[in-house]
């Protein structure tokens, strides 16, 4: 996928491009809204100048520069591979390689040499996005964009490991037949990009998707192939849908009706529905329907109750783009990886010395109730939590908030469940919001605003006065018979610092409140707050970078501000300790 730092820039850059268009009458095929920082690609700070105060712990980073989308994360003879865009010389993005780290826990992260970086004729000018698939033998392949001029020209090209016996994979080689996928006539050329890992079906043939557009219209495009090698491109897209937009990294794959066994990519049938996840680059956010993958006519139908299009399911509400997934043959399970990128202004970044960093990979099933999928964090991760301390049946009284005395409130993980006698006091969902997005709603409402049932939550990375915290709650509302859940996630008073990119991201959740109780997990980590609502069904992240509530003087609490009381029912917080490096 490609960076641009802003949607107000975007529109200004669109803007600006359509009356260069005007003016010239010529187009040269560069993304308007490509901003590149030419005079910082060279720049190569050391370790030493990293600034340490916001870098997470236990959340997968670097120890320097710029990071964006995960590629190709795979699980080969007992070791999890992790692959990621990175910039080897500088914050911001530029330089394009594909970074490799190995685990064998998904949390403990050992770096290795970068593994695909630009060397060739197809892919000189970078080495973009795309996907591992092991093959038959168990032979890993990757797929990833190469980019082939100045133009920004995409091709698709593949790259195998140069020893199959080195445990870690660390070299790979691009075979001199590359590339194998060139944008044919019809295709545009700067929008054709991030394959995915391959399924094959009945009929013994791989299947790929690759993203782009026509005109507005997001596609998914088809290819099969009978060896890996010669791909020919289907007569249909996959799927598209117009008015979204360029399509970045797609992701296609099954989940199992019933159950919470994740399933290798290329199984279908009747017992399973199929998920297709696309990366929004307008937006600058994704979406996902589940639907039936019709393997005759080799298309995808989202199911009729689902939104498919800008408003659709999103994994995460948050800072959140460019996920992918892969099956964990190792504990049966599909595994998400999601970016996160900064929030605060480049020349931050720049003086950090890092940007970016890889959420907390998730486990993903579908809900039994098969209209949207549940997330929650690999359970490995619960081997970095060290000292609890929980609470049992508290009130919590309008008004109140209470201290989770966690050993260190920067560098935590918190599980609560609260329950609330009745749903009599829920205010009522307004008319006019029926148009508006979870997030716009947190914004009228937020944490400072009185409720009738909320809000209640957490308030994270909180200075001891509240002159910065982060509150991630939930609010109740009456909208006729049906009660409408919204979870937040609201930056606005995060920092002191001006200029930070701040939303109140926000939510529904689609709860059953009949047992009248609502969960709530945060994986807070310095500058990141990373949230799982009613057990996984809404999740949201938020990049905040608090000036007094850091290090020691961060601090946790649970609060009220509705006019119902709501009882912790439990609360367990732990401190997370950082993950340790394998030794190869
Ligand atoms: C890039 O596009 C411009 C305008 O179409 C063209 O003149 C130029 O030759 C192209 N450059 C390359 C390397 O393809
Ligand atoms: C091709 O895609 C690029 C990148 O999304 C876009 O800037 C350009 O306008 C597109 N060209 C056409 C002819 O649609
Ligand atoms: C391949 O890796 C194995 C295991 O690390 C090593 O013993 C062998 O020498 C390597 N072969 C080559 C050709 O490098
Ligand atoms: C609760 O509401 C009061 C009154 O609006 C406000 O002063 C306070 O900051 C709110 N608490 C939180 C945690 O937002
Ligand atoms: C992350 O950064 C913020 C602030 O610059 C932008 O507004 C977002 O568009 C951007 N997100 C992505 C996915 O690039």
Partial sequence: MEYFSSHYYHKVARVLLLLLLFVLVCENGVEASHRV??????????????KQQHRTAYHFQPPQHWINDPNGPMYYNGVYHLFYQYNPKGSVWGNIVWAHSVSTDLINWTPLDPAI?????????????????????NKPTILYTGIIDANNTQVQNYAVPANLSDPYLREWVKPDDNPLIVPQIGINK??????????????GHWRILVGGRRKHRGIAFLYRSRDFKKWVKAKHPLHTKAETGNWECPDFFPVPKIGLKGLDTSVMGTNVKHVLKVSLDVTRYEYYTIGTYDTKK?????????VDGWKGLRYDYGNFYASKTFFDPNKNRRILWGWANESDPVQDDIDKGWAGIQLIPRTITLDPNGKQLIQWPVEELERLRGQNVYMINQVLNKGDRVEVPVGTAAQADVEVTFNFPSLDSAEEFEPSWRKLDAQDVCSETGSTVEGGLGPFGLLTLASENLEEYTPVFFRVFKDGKKYVVLMCSDARRSSLKDGMYNPSFAGFVDVDLSDKKLSLRSLV??????????NGKTCITSRVYPTIAVGDNAHLYVFNNGTTSVTIETLDAWDMKRPDRMNI
């Fill in 37 to 50: 920082y030419y005079e910082y690609q060279s720049l190569s700070s050391t370790s030493s100048s990293v």
């Fill in 298 to 306: 080799d298309r995808y139908v989202p199911d009729k109750t689902l």
């Fill in 525 to 534: 980590d310095h500058s990141v707050v990373e949230s799982f609502g009613a």
């Fill in 190 to 203: 700067t929008a054709f990009r991030d394959p995915t890992t391959a399924w094959k079906g009945k009929d």
């Fill in 117 to 137: 970086f630009p060397s060739k004729p197809f892919d000189q000018y970078g080495c973009w996005s795309g996907s591992a698939t092991v093959l038959p033998g």
